[in-house]
């Protein structure tokens, strides 16, 4: 572990010891790459470099002034492999997927495959949820589990939940127009009870050229945490197998006439 200086901002990351292939783990928002290193880390690890960091204002890298948005924080992710030196697989869950899709429209060649776990990649796309706010019954708990962390102090708790909220129902902004450009190969997975409609992730894997669906069976937005060894074993699955996958019917990925 060690606390590195990203777009100016001095970040915690987790810097792969071992060389070649490498997964960088982009964690979801209001949360921090702890719940993603024990989650899911352990197992990838058996066969990638696993490389993680918290993003501004998340887990132990403190925050700024400004706001928040899916472009910055993409901007981080970017100087972050490139101060790797090397490509990596990305896999992000929630905030962490709406930002790995922006990294791989920008920086195409940064990257080897992609998964994105829980995303959506328009703020439209969510279920309605219920509002959570300063006064909800679960902001005291989040905001002292937020203090154990952060440099900031607990003080910061409902600055990073106000930015968040404005971010979220806002961003992102992509459409169908904007996925057909994406030229790495991407694995969707998500709950079958997840936070995006089914409806909204169905339209980004049919959007994305030569993608991959996983929609695991009873599971929520926690799907990495309820179904931790299936979905581990689908993300390396995805990550090792040769692409693209030679079915026995094929019919969305049969190859053009010529």
Sequence with gaps: MAT??????PTWAKIPKRKGATV?????????????LRSIGPELAKSFGVAAFDRRGHGRTGDTDAEF??????NEVIAFI??????????????GGNIALVVA?????LLK????????????GLMPLDIFDAESAGFAEWAQKYARASPDGIEHARVILEKTMKMTTNEPNLTTKDLAGVTRRVLVMAGDDDVATLT??????EAIPDAQLAIVPGTSHALLKER??????????????????????PVRRRKPVE
Excluded: Q, W
């Design 24 to 36: 960088l783990l982009l964690h979801g928002g209001m949360s921090s790459s702890a719940s993603m």
């Design 69 to 74: 948005h899916y472009d910055d924080m993409a």
């Design 113 to 124: 495959r992609v998964v994105v776990i829980g995303a959506n990649f328009h703020h439209d």
């Design 200 to 205: 909204h992730t169905t339209s980004m894997y």
């Design 105 to 109: 429209m920008h920086r195409p060649d």
């Design 82 to 95: 490139e101060m790797l030196g090397r490509r990596v697989h990305l896999v992000g869950h929630s905030d």
């Design 228 to 249: 931790t060894k299936l979905c581990a074993r689908l993300i390396k699955h995805f990550l090792t197998t040769e692409l693209p996958e030679k079915t026995y019917m």
């Design 4 to 9: 590195i200086e990203l777009l100016g901002n």
